[in-house]
């Protein structure tokens, strides 16, 4: 996981897992930007309203939560090193929208 990117973890582990578990888009059914700040950000649409689910870079000005953090940040909590709720508690992990889909976003960044 050192090597990986949030290029790379958007692009390659959450649209694998979501090509692999169709029913977690159904399970959500919305839409999520991630703002991913600092070195290797970028921003990326993860669309579970589509199904299988689908990842694109941009934002496709839709979402009903948006979430923002540092690149590094975001790897420590997908990596497991941050808990999501500690960084949101701590300003590191801002989320804006639906708090609702924000609680459904372990079963997708996870």
Same mark, same amino acid.
């Given at each position: 996981?050192?090597?990986?990117?949030? +290029?790379?973890?958007?692009?390659? +582990?959450?649209? +694998?897992?979501?090509?692999? +578990?169709?029913?977690?888009? !159904?399970?959500?059914?919305? $839409?999520?930007?991630?703002?991913?700040?600092?070195?290797?950000?970028?921003?990326? $649409?993860?669309?579970?309203?589509?199904?299988?689910?689908?990842?694109?870079?941009?934002?496709?000005?839709?979402? @009903?939560?948006?979430? $923002?953090? $540092?690149?590094?940040?975001?790897?420590?909590?997908?990596?497991? !090193?941050?808990?999501?709720?500690?960084?949101?508690?701590?300003? @590191?992990? !801002?989320?804006?929208?639906?708090?609702?889909?924000?609680? !459904?976003?372990? @079963?997708?960044?996870?």
């Amino acid at each position: 996981m050192a090597d990986q990117t949030p +290029k790379s973890y958007f692009e390659e +582990k959450i649209a +694998k897992k979501l090509k692999d +578990k169709p029913e977690l888009s !159904k399970a959500v059914n919305s $839409t999520y930007e991630f703002n991913i700040t600092g070195d290797n950000g970028g921003v990326w $649409t993860v669309d579970l309203i589509k199904e299988p689910g689908e990842v694109s870079v941009g934002s496709q000005g839709a979402a @009903k939560c948006v979430v $923002t953090c $540092t690149s590094a940040d975001f790897m420590n909590i997908v990596g497991g !090193k941050m808990n999501a709720q500690m960084a949101f508690m701590s300003g @590191k992990l !801002k989320i804006k929208g639906d708090m609702g889909l924000a609680m !459904k976003l372990q @079963k997708i960044i996870g």
